[in-house]
């Protein structure tokens, strides 16, 4: 589990169909079989070598996310999993991307960055809530405002842009998505507890021509 607290930038070094070599620098202590988010993918470390690690990545990791975009020298957002006794930052991240998504537009004002999301399925919209929480290639962000298209607004402060990749993001560009795990438990608990239940309701037998 991770909190959305990038604590440094990393670059790629090279990167494969099912391996991805990251460059953490020496402050960025891991060891075989850690988790760390990469850009908002929980990975597995593999293997260690001075300041690099490797991950083992997988034709879903390459086909759902946006590490099939990523190139040897991009710059990643890193975080080593939370420890039981760390202080909890932002909110809860498993690493798990939900979809890809697309940088609308981005306007930067005195006091940070409006950016504009805009989601490849709108169905989706269901899990963002209006000052509750969304994790961007890892980053964990509070949701400004929801529009019906699909379209979402996070404001990025000077902190964020300067100790993380979306500094770099530009318009068009695509990015991970993980919506707040907690909404998607409720979703699943509720759909489960009204499983069977009647549909028939007024406007269903108003529908079939009862007045």
Not at 99 to 128: H, P, R, W
Not at 143 to 157: C, E, H, P, W, Y
Request: net charge neutral; proline share 0%; hydrophobic share 35%.
């Amino acid at each position: 589990m991770f909190t959305g607290l990038i604590e440094k930038t990393g670059k790629i070094v090279s990167k494969s169909a099912n391996t991805i070599i990251i460059d953490a620098g020496t402050d960025f202590t891991v060891k075989v079989g850690d988790s760390v988010c990469v850009n908002g993918v929980c990975l597995t470390v593999r293997e260690l070598k001075q300041n690099f690690f490797c991950s083992d990545i997988s034709y879903e990791t390459l086909n759902s996310t946006t590490f099939g975009k990523l190139y040897a020298g991009s710059i990643v957002n890193l975080e080593r999993s939370m420890t039981v006794d760390g202080r909890f930052h932002g909110h809860i991240v498993t690493g798990h991307v939900d979809q890809v998504a697309t940088i609308n537009d981005i306007k930067k004002m005195e006091s940070g960055i409006d950016m504009f999301i805009k989601l490849t399925d709108t169905t989706s919209c269901k899990y963002l809530v209006t000052k509750g929480s969304v994790c961007i290639n890892g980053v964990s962000l509070t949701v400004n405002a929801t529009s019906a298209d699909g379209t979402f607004r996070v404001t990025l402060i000077p902190h964020t842009t300067s100790n993380t990749n979306l500094d770099a993001i530009k318009n068009g560009d695509f990015v991970n998505i993980e919506f707040d795990v907690l909404s998607k438990y409720v979703e699943k608990m509720m759909a489960d507890r009204f499983k069977g239940v009647s549909k028939i309701n007024e406007e269903y037998l108003k529908g079939i021509g009862y007045e």
